[in-house]
């Protein structure tokens, strides 16, 4: 092994909270069109879930959804299309064996427009396992996924859109996946590299957080918007982003894990993942390369409802105070972004704790809720970049 290069790995952490990432097994969803009756259900794109498809009445057929291994945290993501060949109505059952019912269903006839199910077209059962859909089928495909769709190729579309838009934007892949997808990477700044500051963004190592990547879009595009503010911010920090930490996980359509049947926000100690190996790997060394020092890093995911999750104040980062008066101008803005911080100590090997033990950088966790409005979501990590650029412009 050569010197130089093992001079770049990064440390192997000890967290509070350790947890195994050695490899498990995972099965695999058979990818099929099925067909009952006339009605046709498939499973046959990337990013689609649906593991069987069955009659249980004459007006009622029921989509299984299963996660790719167990245990796993309750995000049961489905995604399918389903058509007729004649008009005709029907409820549709989702059943998610021993899991509830989370994600509320969209609707979409191309995969890019989507619309939640009228809510009286709607309802969750008791037991909470079950949810039941009306639905009018013909013979145009009905799209019906847990949140919009957001597969490897949409990642790949964006950042192309964006580095033929903007001059300061460089892509590269950083390596590949379990599979052999390309993880990719996105370098905004303009300049040199040398002894630049850097800010550290992440989304997607959990394949159906999908408001929370629409929130790092927007986040990303703010920071390229030509205004002076940006343009000061761009030519003083460099920027790492990693918009799809888990390119398989989402393509497979998985609830959670990679193809390595792991969460990929539990191996920020050891790196037994590939994914995470990589990335790791490739901001410590181009950090060392370049001289920079990382500042803060910011990894965006979804729950339940928006909370911002930081480190409490015993972790005293290269920036801090930022993220008090981060949070502090959320809160005050107009709108009432609602911030909600919830800091919390080094627990499980995830990103947040990472930044600050291997680079003694502010480490955040965005969430995005589920169900939380789009341009809401939009507007308030707008406000979140523009506020984080201030701060970081005067330092
Ligand atoms: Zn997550």
């Known amino acids: 092994m050569l010197a130089c290069k093992t001079s770049y790995l990064p440390t192997v952490h000890t967290f509070p909270s350790p947890v195994s990432t050695e490899d498990k097994a995972i ?5 099929k069109a099925y067909q009952i009756d006339g009605i046709t259900a498939s499973n046959e794109f990337d990013a689609a879930r ?4 069955t009659k249980v009445n004459d007006s ?3 989509v299984t959804i299963l996660p790719e291994n167990e245990p796993i945290n309750e995000s049961p993501h489905y995604a399918f299309s389903i058509k007729s060949d004649q008009l005709r109505a029907i409820n549709l059952e989702l059943y998610y064996g021993d899991y509830k019912h989370r994600y509320y269903p969209k609707l979409s006839r191309d995969k890019k427009n989507w619309f939640p199910i009228d809510s009286m077209h709607f309802d969750t059962l008791k037991a909470g396992n079950l949810a039941n859909l009306k639905l009018e089928l013909n013979q145009e495909l009905l799209y019906i996924a847990a949140e919009e769709l957001r597969d490897s190729k949409h990642t790949d579309d964006w950042l192309q859109s964006l580095s033929k838009a903007h001059n300061h934007i460089k892509l590269e892949s950083v390596g590949q996946s379990r599979l052999g997808r390309d993880i990719p ?9 040398e002894e630049k500051p850097t800010i550290v963004l992440m989304s997607r190592a959990h394949p159906p957080e999908i408001s929370g990547y629409m929130a790092m879009e927007s986040f990303v595009e703010e920071l390229l918007r030509e205004t002076p503010l940006s343009r000061s911010f761009l030519a003083k920090y460099r920027i790492m982003l990693y ?5 398989d996980g989402v393509d497979l359509g998985h609830w959670r894990h990679n193809a390595g049947g792991i969460d990929l926000n539990r191996d920020w100690a050891e790196y037994n993942q590939d994914e995470v190996k990589t990335v790791a790997q490739h901001i ?15 990894d965006f995911h979804s729950t339940q409802e928006d909370v911002i999750y930081t480190h409490t104040d015993n972790r005293r980062s290269a920036v801090y105070p930022f993220k008090d008066l981060w949070i502090h101008a959320l809160e005050e803005n107009a709108v009432g972004l609602n911030p909600n911080e919830e800091a919390y100590d080094l627990g499980k090997p995830m990103t947040k704790g990472w930044f600050y033990l291997q680079f003694g950088a502010e480490g955040i966790i965005y969430e995005v809720g589920d169900e939380t409005d789009r341009d809401f979501l ?3 990590a707008q ?9 970081l412009v005067m330092r």
């Open 378 to 380: 939009e507007y308030k």
């Open 60 to 62: 009622t057929y029921r």
């Open 27 to 31: 099965s695999l969803q058979e990818k």
């Open 50 to 53: 649906m593991n069987d498809f």
């Open 185 to 193: 990477y996105a370098e905004l700044g303009t300049g040199t590299l």
């Open 284 to 298: 410590v060394r181009e950090v060392s390369e370049h001289k920079n020092k990382v500042l803060l890093g910011i």
């Open 243 to 247: 918009p799809l930490l888990n390119p």
């Open 383 to 391: 406000v979140a970049a523009r506020e984080m650029m201030k701060l």
